[in-house]
């Protein structure tokens, strides 16, 4: 089964967002899948008989300090197209104010 995989580091017990742009050239073809997975586990799963253009496709998971995404399809006689696959991490904490800072003497 064609597939693509990315191994990276992240912070254990946070929760990431990952995306991605997703379009079908084909039809008829009722074996087509597309999906995506992370340590194994399937986040997306799509099936298609027609042609659809790309759609932002957006899932979450929690990191376990080395994770692997990986993106699998098949298709006969088309293709899946995939653009801008990103993983997003959580929101750097904002810093609390500084006990007298900005206080007038």
């Not at 298609?48 to 790309?54: E, I, V």
């Not at 990986?70 to 810093?95: E, H, L, M, R, Y």
Request: aromatic share 12%; net charge negative.
């Amino acid at each position: 089964m064609p597939s693509l995989s990315q191994t990276f580091s992240d912070v254990p017990g946070s929760t990431y967002t990952a995306q991605l742009f997703l379009a079908y050239g084909g039809s008829g073809d009722s074996g087509a899948f597309f999906q995506v997975l992370v340590d194994g586990i399937e986040k997306l799963k799509i099936t298609s008989l027609q042609t659809f253009p790309y759609d932002q496709l957006i899932f979450t998971f929690v990191g376990t300090g080395s994770d692997t995404l990986t993106i699998q399809g098949n298709t006969n006689p088309s293709w899946w197209f995939v653009d801008d696959v990103s993983v997003n991490g959580p929101a750097a904490a904002v810093p609390g104010p500084i006990a007298g800072a900005g206080l007038p003497a």
